[in-house]
């Protein structure tokens, strides 16, 4: 599945009422870690279209960073039924963020 970009107003639709986990990267264009990042999580959906990956820009949507407390970039939240599952700050391994899902 490619990557989905939601905004505060598709985010409930989009994310909170998959029945498959979402993993939501909440970034910033700013952000070089941020940028190392976006290869990495293409590269996951390309190679696993089960993977539902949506990605949040904080600027663009800051009513959704404050709504799940980020306080720095990227943090990735795996998110299934609308509850969080777990959460990780900064730059992760494709093993890690996939793990983050199960």
Do not use: Y
């Amino acid at each position: 599945m490619a990557i989905i970009h939601p905004t505060k107003e598709t985010f409930a639709a989009e994310v909170l009422a998959s029945k498959e986990p979402v993993l939501v990267d909440f970034w910033a264009s700013w952000c070089g870690p941020c940028k190392m990042m976006g290869p990495i999580l293409e590269q996951m959906a390309a190679e696993d279209p089960s993977l539902r990956i949506a990605k949040v820009d904080i600027d663009e949507e800051p009513e959704l960073a404050a709504q799940f407390n980020i306080m720095a970039v990227p943090t990735f939240v795996a998110i299934k039924d609308g509850k969080v599952l777990s959460t990780a700050v900064g730059g992760q391994t494709p093993r890690t963020l996939k793990e983050m899902l199960k």
